[in-house]
């Protein structure tokens, strides 16, 4: 069973679009996470929720809007997509906290390119 | 949040050399984790260090704590080209888990 799921692995669009990613868990953990990757690899969180109320919202431009339904799932939804859109976004939830124990499990990430 | 500076940013090695990726911070960290990812693949969590001064082992990984709690490596000893990939280090401050900008290994073989 996998984790951490992500769908779609692979999202091809031209600027000015609308897409949306499904991140969902079934670990039973309480917070799950956005991340984006760039080219460089540098993961930077966007957003946060803990059983499905947003505890991080980092400096993302307001096109990106994060929808928890339930704590097993997150969502991103990104409006009137960029080229600077493009990039590799994880997913990741934990349990926290657990005595500081706040490992994260990701998911196998959205690889988005924007045309 | 807590910021961690981690270098070297690449490194190249031959199969067999040792290699270290180092993180610190300007600040006193209540914990540290490192994450490996390999090329394609996603960020998987190898270990977390707490204690000041901490050394913990996974076959031919070394992973330490500095004394004052502001840096951290990782070590490995005789590089195989299954340890090629990006090796994270990340600070941890309540549910906000902090990146350090990665290492990205590659091994000749």
């Known amino acids: 069973d996998t984790a951490v799921s992500q769908t779609p692995k692979y999202l091809v669009t031209q600027m000015g679009n609308d897409k949306s990613i499904k991140c969902e868990q079934n670990l039973g953990h309480d917070t799950m996470y956005w991340y984006k990757q760039d080219s460089k690899k540098f993961l930077k969180i966007m957003f946060s929720?803990?059983?499905?109320?947003?505890?991080i919202n980092e400096t993302v431009p307001n096109r990106f809007s994060p929808k928890s339904p339930d704590k097993a799932h997150l969502n991103l939804h990104i409006n009137s997509l960029e080229l600077g859109d493009s990039a590799v976004y994880f997913c990741a939830s934990s349990q926290v906290p657990r005595y500081l124990h706040n490992e994260q499990f990701f998911g196998p990430g959205t690889r988005l390119t924007v045309l | 949040g807590q910021q961690v500076m981690q270098i070297p940013q690449y490194q190249h090695v031959q199969e067999g050399e040792d290699f270290t990726t180092y993180c610190n911070s300007s600040?006193?960290?209540?914990?540290i984790q490192w994450y490996k990812q390999r090329p394609g693949g996603h960020p998987v969590f190898l270990i977390q260090l707490v204690k000041s001064g901490e050394v913990k082992k996974q076959k031919r990984l070394t992973f330490q704590f500095g004394e004052a709690k502001k840096n951290s490596s990782l070590h490995i000893t005789a590089t195989q080209t299954t340890d090629v990939g990006t090796y994270f280090c990340?600070?941890?401050?309540?549910?906000?888990?902090?990146f350090g900008e990665g290492t990205q290994l590659t091994v000749n073989p």
């Open positions: 929720y803990n059983n499905k109320e947003l505890i």
């Open positions: 990340a600070v941890n401050s309540g549910s906000r888990l902090t």
């Open positions: 600040t006193t960290l209540s914990n």
